[in-house]
Structures are given as C-alpha cells and as structure tokens.
C-alpha cells in the first residue's frame, strides 16, 4: 500500500493526561498531547490517574482544550457501585470489564448477577471468570432483581447501574429499590437498537427513538424518577475478551476454515463494532463525573462505522488470511438474515458523541487492533479446531449457485 | 439593581464566555488577499470579512464579475460590499506576473479558495515574505479510502487522488514555515453551486422524473452549506490555535444518496421522488456523468473543527437544501442545463416508461 502523507501537529498544544484505569496489560486513556517537543505526559492528581509513557499513535492525535478540560478530573471518587447484571447475551462482558475499571478507578464494586451461582450459565464467560473480579476486591453475589436489598445484604451504595433489563417489568424493581435507598446516581445500559431508522446516519443522542421500545419505557421511567444523577448508555455491538455472544467469532469461524463469507447485499452496510473496554471507560468516566453525566443519554459505541464487507477484510486481515465474500439477496433467496448473519441487515451506525463533548471520553481501542487481540485469543482457545456446522451458510452458498 | 443580581448576572456573562479561541469580529482589521472569490465559496466568504471590517482584495482573472448582488442581501448590503472589496486582476498560472502584482501591497492573510497544485501556491508565499496566515481550500478527497470511517484529519492521504494536488500543497505550505491552515471540505452545497450536487436532483424532481441511482442508494455521503463553509473560514483567522492544522469542515450528519434525492423534494416542495436502481457497470456513458456522486461511502468527522474553533454548523440538510432551493434554484437559475440523456439511457434499459408532463 503506497504510504501517503501523515498530518504531524506542529504547534504546541495544551494537553492534560487521565489514565482512568490500571489493568496490567491493558491502558486506557482519555489524553491530548502536551509539548510535541518534550512529549512528556503529566499526571492530573485525581484518585485514579497515574502518569505513564503512552506509545503515540497516529489516531490518538485528537488533542482539544475543551476535550482536555472535560477530562481534568473526577467529580467524585471511592464510591459504592452496584452493578446488576444479566446472566447471558452480547451485555454481559460490559459488567464484566465495568467492575474491573471501576476498583481501578478506585471504586468499591458489588456485582449482583441475575440468577443462582450454580446455573449452567455461569459455566460460560464472563461468569467463569469472576474469580477474576474477586482478586481485584469485587464483590459477586447472585439474586432477582426483584430482591436486590436480600442480594446484596443491605449494603448501600452511591451508584446503581441496571446492565440486565430490557424493558420496564425487568428494571422496574431495580430502580424502585434503589430510589428506596437513597441511590445517588442510576445508570441503564439501554440499546441504540431503539433509534429510529433514517436517512441521516449517525444515530445521534436527541434522535427520534421508537415509542413502543421496552428500553425506551426504562430511560422514560428512570428520568421521571428524580435520582439525583442518571445516565443511559445506548450500545451496538461488542468485541472483547470474556464475551457470552458470539460477534466476530462468526467471520473467524469461516475464514478460518478457508470458506466462503457469505453477506448479505449490499455489502456497504455499516455497522459499529466497540471493544467493550471503550464502553467501561466510557461509564466508568461517567460515574467518576456524576454531574457531567446526570440527565444524559450517551451512545456506548466506538467512534468509527465499518461496512460488512470491509468486517470480513478486518478479519481476514487479523488472521493473516484471504477471504472470499459472497454477496447474495437476502430477500430474493428467501433467507432469513437475522439467522443467516449475526448483525442487523441495515446501515446501523451510532456515533459516540456525547460521550466525547460531555465526559472528555475518547476510544483507546480501533477495531483492527480489537480484532488482531481476538484473533489471537480465538486461536489460544482452540476455537479454529472446534468442529462447526454451516448450514445456513451451506443453503445460501447453493442458492447462489 | 441588587448586587447579588449584578454578580449573578457577571457570572453569568463570565460563564458565557467560550473556553475556544475563535478568530471573528474580535480580530483586528487585516489586509486580506483571496485567490478566487466570485464564484461560490469565495462570494460568502469575501462577504462576512468584508462585514467583519477587513481590506479584502481579490484576486480573479476577470472572467466573472467582480461582484454580483446575491439574492440573499438587500440592495444596501450589496452595495456596501461592492464599494469596500477589492480587486487585482491577474492570472494565477502567470506566476511571475501574479507575483509582481500582489507583492508589496501589504498583504497580513492569505485565502486560497482555487488553488489546486502546490507550483501555484508557492509563488504567493514567496511574493510576500511577511505573511501572517496562508489559509487553504483543499479536499475530503484527499482522504484513503478505508473500510473504517468516518475520515478524521489524522487518517492516512492518498496520493494517489484525484485531488493529488490539494496533498501537495498542504505539505508544500508545511514545509515553507508561514503558519498555515488547510480546510477540507466533502461536498459543498448552497445557492451558487457550480457543482451540480443538488442542482442535478432538482432538475429531475422538477421535470417530475424518477431519479437512477447507483447500486443500492445506501451510499453514505456528507453535504455541507458554503455558509457553514465560510463560517469556519473566518474562524481560523488569525487563530493560533488553527496554525499548522487541517480541518474537516461539512454537516454535522451524513446522508445516504436515497436520503438525498428524499432531502431535496424536502426542500422544493416536491412529492417523494420514485427512485430508479442501476448498476453503473452495466452501462457505458461515455464521458457524461450518470450520477454527480463518487459511489462510495465518503464522510468525514467534524469534531476537530467543532473543538478547536467553536464552530458548528448551523444548517441541517433539508434546511441548507431548502435555503439553496429558495436562493437559487427555485428562483430559476442553475449553472448547468437539464441533461437527462444518461437518464434516458437508465430508463430504457430497466424498461421504464417516463411519462411526459402536457
């Protein structure tokens, strides 16, 4: 690929560096540089951050003083989260990275999962990594979220974040109760599924979102309820490591075995893949800056689209592999896409923008180095050698002839 | 007054007071020199400088009247403008004679708004060694093509573009040590367009004609008003902060090519158009264009630009489309005739009858 001209920043800029968390092998950051001539970095003296060399990359170059103020420094510190999280589905590993960012960050973590300790569900991960948590302090416990005070042992706690409901029945106890305890700051993890489609992408916060959603019922609910702080989180789709729902493992599974990538046209639809540690940064900032983030909906999302085609590049390119698409018409074939393929069969492309303008949040993570991280972690689990069946694949293949 | 109401209100004031550096009416009065500024962008933006108090002149061949009265201003503005803008007549590929012509005039700030190799610029720069600010009109263009968008200003260039010579400049004016700053644009739409972008949708909506797009429609693209556009250029006016960078600068959404066909009935009152899928490749236009759009996803984030400058932009698509469509197009000018022959072509391959308003 010919090498094309990198734009250097020349001028000297204000800069100002958090590093929210601190998991051996694994940094993030919300940063703008300093001096591009002492490229040193300092510390901002909040509870959490440590100054640290951060290898400068070309994407991370987003320097903004108002991005730099934002990010300065936390509200508050040490508070008591209550986590309650789902027991399955492509939002379980957000709790799972959550927890790990919050202790980091000097929080004290309760992860109340939805369900009994003892279920064949927690036999898959996250769950079977909670030990995990525990090193780092966590406190894991099980219950109904319709008895969180009996899960949790009457513990109290500044923060309550919902990672489990989906519409009012499920959550609807969850955020009674903790508005019964005095909860200072309620966050949900709703789902950019409830936007509207339309001909403007992004999907952006403020956006016409559909009335009759159960997650919109929840953001409605919560909002009316007067805690003191309360956000709403609104994800895609999730990549990272401990994840309970298949996403790229789907494209390692064909391109691995030499097959054909079957998508459906066009090919150009977007989608938004995050690593799930852009989102535990995202929250966590948002818990570190109660009033920054009060009254806000943010999109839980990285902050670039990809094409379905350009997915399976990614990914073959992750696996130092080709691959071969093979475009068909859903709809003329008769397959069912939403069997057929693991993402929505339109453009579905919400940008994180509120995160950034609000929290000073940015993404430390681009889905090529997300996806290379899988890749590998694939290949340790001997995911390559599982033997899969293709069916669907198998009849589309044979339709299109 | 009550003191407490006077402090409340000071705080208030003070809280107003925006964090970003921003370069408008607040700048001091500087010579201005405009390479272009008769044709699109040039004609909002000579304006607001003009309004903002600075001496601009510009710099044309000519071939355009200096100045024309807009259909947006009164007859008052116009004259206003007219009376205090300036003019050097003169040919940029003349290099020599351009820079005889602009050297010792005093020029503080450059704007290049027509300038496309890099053999144009330097010539300028070197005619007036006490430039203050070389500010640049180049391209979204310049962007790789990539399966990650949108495009931010850091992402890799191609130098193998179309827009070759926009790169070119940007790093020529890098290397020549005048502080500078690079605007890129995606496409640019507003009364005046001499790029039929939403030109070319109103004549087949007029004509009450399906419109052919390319492929799926589901191509996602960015239209961004001139005015926005010349907003930003007066930003980065004398504004330390926009010294050495490039800026992406459009609509604060994207849009499919569907979505626009949709947006410019929108704006001229039109019935939601029938839209006519092709596949380009069946087909052989020849040299004429069957569509004013590069088929391609192409979008960029304005975030740096809404950072550094404060700026953001103030029109949304079918409000930008509608203001274009009562300045210009509505009124009945266009730069570029109706040519529907492609679109005949696209017809009569699918089969699809046109019906013939009486």
């Known amino acids: 690929m010919a090498l094309s001209l990198q734009f250097p920043v020349s001028t000297p800029r204000q800069a100002s560096l958090e590093i929210s968390k601190l998991t051996p092998g694994y940094i993030a950051s919300s940063f703008s540089l300093q001096s591009p001539s002492t490229s040193s970095l300092h510390s901002l003296g909040t509870s959490s951050s440590i100054a640290m060399a951060v290898k400068k990359s070309s994407r991370r170059w987003r320097a903004a003083k108002t991005v730099a103020m934002a990010a300065a420094a936390n509200e508050v510190s040490n508070r008591k989260v209550l986590i309650v999280n789902t027991n399955s589905g492509g939002h379980a590993v957000i709790g799972f990275w959550l927890a790990k960012d919050l202790v980091a960050a000097g929080h004290e973590v309760t992860v109340m999962t939805v369900g009994e300790e003892s279920s064949d569900k927690m036999k898959k991960p996250p769950f079977s990594r909670f030990s995990e948590l525990r090193d780092l302090g966590v406190s894991t416990v099980w219950g109904d979220p319709k008895d969180v005070g009996a899960a949790v042992g009457g513990k109290s706690f500044h923060a309550v974040l919902d990672n489990n409901g989906k519409d009012l029945d499920a959550v609807k106890p969850v955020v009674d109760w903790a508005k019964s305890q005095g909860v200072e700051q309620f966050l949900f993890i709703s789902s950019a599924g409830i936007y509207k489609t339309s001909d403007e992408p992004p999907h952006l916060e403020g956006d016409p979102v559909k009335a009759d959603a159960g997650h919109v019922g929840v953001e409605d609910y919560i909002s009316k309820l007067a805690f003191k702080f309360c956000s709403s989180f609104r994800p895609q789709y999730m990549t990272g490591s401990g994840n309970n729902k298949d996403c790229e493992e789907w494209f390692f599974d064909r391109i691995v075995r030499d097959k054909p990538v079957p998508i459906p046209s066009p090919g150009i639809r977007v989608t938004n893949i995050a690593h799930v540690s852009d989102l535990s940064s995202m929250i966590t900032l948002a818990i570190g800056k109660p009033s920054a983030s009060n009254a806000t909906i943010f999109n839980a999302v990285s902050d670039h689209a990809v094409t379905f085609d350009g997915l399976v590049r990614l990914c073959a390119r992750a696996a130092a592999k080709e691959a071969k698409i093979v475009h068909y018409d859903a709809k003329a074939l008769g397959i069912d896409a939403k069997k057929a393929f693991p993402f929505r069969n339109m453009h579905f492309y919400a940008e994180p923008r509120a995160a950034k303008e609000k929290l000073g949040w940015t993404s430390s993570i681009n889905l090529s180095e997300a996806l290379k991280e899988r890749y590998e972690e694939y290949i340790k689990i001997g995911r390559d050698k599982k033997d899969i069946k293709f069916e669907i694949d198998d009849t589309i293949l044979s339709k299109v002839g | ?358």
Not at chain 2, 56 to 77: H, N, Y
């Open chain 2, 1 to 358: 007054m009550q003191a407490t109401d006077r402090t409340r209100l000071r705080t208030q004031a003070v809280r107003r007071v925006s964090i970003v550096t921003t370069a408008s009416s607040d700048t001091p009065a500087k010579k201005i020199l405009m390479m272009g500024g008769t044709r699109f962008i040039g004609v909002y933006l000579a304006r607001l400088l003009v309004k903002a108090g600075h001496e601009v002149t510009l710099f044309t061949r000519g071939k355009t009247p200096v100045t024309q009265k807009i259909a947006s201003e009164t007859d008052q503005e116009y004259a206003e403008y007219s009376s205090k803008v300036k003019h050097i007549q003169g040919d940029r590929q003349d290099f020599d004679g351009m820079k005889s012509k602009i050297a010792s005039a005093g020029f503080e700030i450059v704007y290049d708004i027509n300038g496309r190799e890099a053999v144009e610029v330097e010539p300028i720069i070197d005619a007036i060694p006490s430039l203050k600010q070389y500010i640049y009109c180049s391209s979204a263009g310049v962007y790789l093509k990539s399966d990650l968008l949108p495009h931010f200003e850091v992402d890799a260039t191609d130098p193998k573009s179309r827009h070759k010579g926009k790169l070119d400049t940007e790093a020529l004016l890098q290397s020549k040590g005048v502080p500078w700053t690079s605007i890129r644009p995606v496409y640019i739409y507003g009364p005046l367009n001499y790029n039929p972008v939403e030109e070319w949708f109103f004549h087949r909506l007029k004509a009450g004609r399906p419109i052919p797009i390319p492929n799926s429609g589901l191509q996602i693209t960015q239209l961004g008003h001139v005015k926005d556009l010349a907003d930003a250029f007066v930003r980065v006016l004398d504004n330390p902060t926009a010294f050495g960078q490039v800026y992406n600068i459009s609509g604060a959404k994207y849009v499919t090519f569907a979505g626009i066909a949709r947006a410019c009935a929108k704006a001229g009152g039109f019935p939601t158009p029938e839209l006519v899928h092709y596949n380009p490749k069946d087909f052989d236009f020849g040299k004429k264009k069957s569509f004013p759009l590069r088929d391609q996803h192409f979008f960029t984030s304005i975030e740096k630009a809404k950072n550094d400058l404060g700026w953001s932009p103030k029109y949304g698509l079918v409000d930008g489309l509608t203001d274009s469509y009562n300045l210009d197009f509505g009124l009945g000018t266009f730069r570029k005739a109706a040519d529907f022959s492609t679109d005949d072509m696209i017809l009569e391959k699918l089969g699809i009858k046109v019906a013939v308003p009486a």
